[in-house]
């Protein structure tokens, strides 16, 4: 048997002569145990929002856009870009056109961004499963309305009577002294609105993309191509496919790239999450060092006993090395424990409810098994430096 470990296991659970020792040792399980659990739950629920937002921009944005690097429109119907369409591994291709308009709606008004996309697009992503009222129809003169735009125009699916009005800049030289010749104007019936964000939902109007070009005075013009990939396919590999096939001309962008900042900052925020919890369990772990000095002043006839029968500084320090590291493994795992089972009641029972307003109604939740790994890799690394400080320290002390 181990020595160190069978003296540093009764030195924890025996009854100590002064119970105050008892009390802090249960103090310090506690602390970490709270810290750990704190962590778990934590960043189990950023997981679970950031995923949140990563679903919803996933459903707008394509898994790979293919913009030009020069001028705003360029031409589909090209070698390089029709050739695409011949690679492995592609689901959906929709044509895109984008360009800012006029909005207007009897007394409201307001400015947005038209998107035009072919029939592919509602296919594509699953952005019909954002659309909160009526429906994603964009047939005829049906568009579908962002929600911030739809409370700014006081206009939705349920107004089938009142179209809404929106203008454009007709393209080239307009010789007239009346403004309104230099606009185009298509009248829209929102068949329905869509939620996303504040920023998206205040910005975004979508239309088929025939109407996009009779607005805008294109023909066959687009501003982007959007495409979907298949299921289980290496998606860094088309990407380059596509990128090698249409040259330095074009921009071929994966989701991550389209919102470089967005993912960035998740990851950021996350990061800065875990390092402020890990100084509180720092600060939690303090206890660690008291229960552990205490230990070690009651336990000074102990050590004098063990050093006089040959026991060197290095075994002893390992005793009370390890009954810190007992310490510091029982509150971390019952702090897993107890974390993955508050995240689990969550997930199933739905406990914490947000606020109206939200697309989802209880607090998202989303387990990693790397949370769990870094999560007890730092409580360990932390629990060793507050023994392994007073152990040090101490046994030199009581040795010398």
């Known amino acids: 048997m181990n020595l160190p470990f069978f003296i540093a296991k009764r030195y924890l659970i025996s009854k100590k002569s002064h119970n105050a020792i008892n009390i802090i040792s249960g103090i310090s399980v506690l602390g970490v145990c709270i810290g ?3 962590l778990i739950i934590v960043l ?34 090209s070698n390089e870009i029709q050739s695409i369409k011949k690679i492995e591994g592609l689901a959906y291709y929709s044509e895109i ?38 429906n994603f129809n964009l047939e005829k003169n049906n568009v579908l309305i962002g929600k911030g735009i739809s409370y700014i125009l006081q206009s939705g699916p349920n107004n089938l009577f009142t179209p809404i009005s929106v203008y454009a800049p007709k393209r080239g030289n307009i010789n007239s002294i009346n403004p309104e010749d230099g606009l185009n104007e298509l009248k829209v019936y929102p ?83 875990f390092l402020i919890l890990v100084f509180i369990l720092i600060i939690g772990t303090f206890n660690v060092v008291g229960s552990l000095t205490m230990l070690i002043i009651e336990k000074k006839k102990d050590i004098t006993i063990l050093h006089d029968m040959g026991a060197d500084i290095q075994l002893i ?18 702090g897993l424990i107890l974390g993955t089972l508050i995240c689990w009641l969550q997930i199933k029972f739905s ?50």
């Not at 997981?47 to 589909?76: C, H, M, W």
């Not at 909005?103 to 947005?112: I, M, P, R, S, T």
């Open 317 to 334: 320090r390992k005793i009370f090395l390890i009954e810190g590291m007992l310490i510091t493994f029982i509150g971390a795992a019952a």
């Open 36 to 38: 750990t659990m704190a």
């Open 351 to 400: 406990l914490v409810h947000l606020s109206e307003g939200w697309l989802v109604d209880a607090y998202p939740i989303q387990m990693l098994a790397s949370d769990f790994i870094s999560v007890l890799a730092v409580v360990l690394f932390i629990g060793f430096f507050a023994a392994w400080y007073p152990v040090r320290i101490f046994t030199k002390k009581h040795l010398i």
């Open 97 to 134: 056109i984008e360009g800012n308009a006029l909005l207007k709606y009897e007394d409201q008004q307001c400015l947005a961004t038209i998107k035009g996309v072919s029939y592919d697009y509602k296919k594509m992503n699953g952005f019909d499963t954002l659309v909160g009222e009526g």
């Open 191 to 273: 068949s329905g609105t869509f939620s996303i964000n504040d920023e998206l939902d205040s910005k975004y109007v979508f239309m088929s993309i025939a109407k996009a070009r009779e607005l805008f005075d294109y023909t066959t013009e687009v501003t982007s191509i959007e495409i979907s990939l298949k299921p289980g396919v290496d998606k860094a590999n088309i990407q380059q496919q596509i990128a090698s096939l249409l040259g330095n001309k074009f921009e071929v962008k994966n989701r991550e790239q389209q919102n470089a900042l967005l993912y960035k900052t998740l990851k950021t925020e996350k990061l800065w999450t």
């Open 44 to 77: 189990s629920a950023f997981n679970g929002l950031s995923e949140l937002v990563r679903s919803l921009y996933n459903s707008f944005d394509a898994e790979i856009s293919i913009t030009a690097k020069q001028g705003k429109t360029f031409e589909p119907n």
